[in-house]
Nanobody, 117 residues
């Protein structure tokens, strides 16, 4: 069973940065599209960014100029670098592993990111 563990969340002020990490285990990492989603209070979960094995990325328009997704296939990790954070970025951030072969998604427990002055 795929296991995903997120880390790196916290409380920051507007304009600051956070770097989220997701460590995957029990997985053939290069057979998965990895992604980050977020869910703000009272809102639906939304896509933030995904990255395939070749490094191709898909980043939500709302964060495209501020967020970067990367992956390390040797270490089974995926990162989300979030810069110039805004209060509207406050959410629980979830790591997702999407199996290329089966289309089944696996999710982490989430990490809270809060942007507040």
């Amino acid at each position: 069973q795929v296991q995903l563990v997120e880390s790196g969340g916290g409380l920051v002020q507007p304009g600051e940065s956070l770097r989220l990490s997701c460590a995957a285990s029990e997985i053939t990492f290069n057979l998965y599209i990895m992604g980050w989603y977020r869910q703000a209070p009272g809102k639906q979960r939304e896509l933030v960014a995904t990255i395939n094995n070749a490094g191709g990325t898909n980043i939500a328009a709302s964060v495209k100029d501020r967020f970067t997704i990367s992956r390390d296939n040797a270490k089974n990790t995926v990162h989300l670098q979030m810069n110039s954070l805004k209060s509207e970025d406050t959410a629980v951030y979830y790591c997702d592993a999407d199996s290329v072969s089966s289309g089944v998604d696996s999710w982490g427990q989430g990490t809270q990111g809060t942007v507040s002055s």
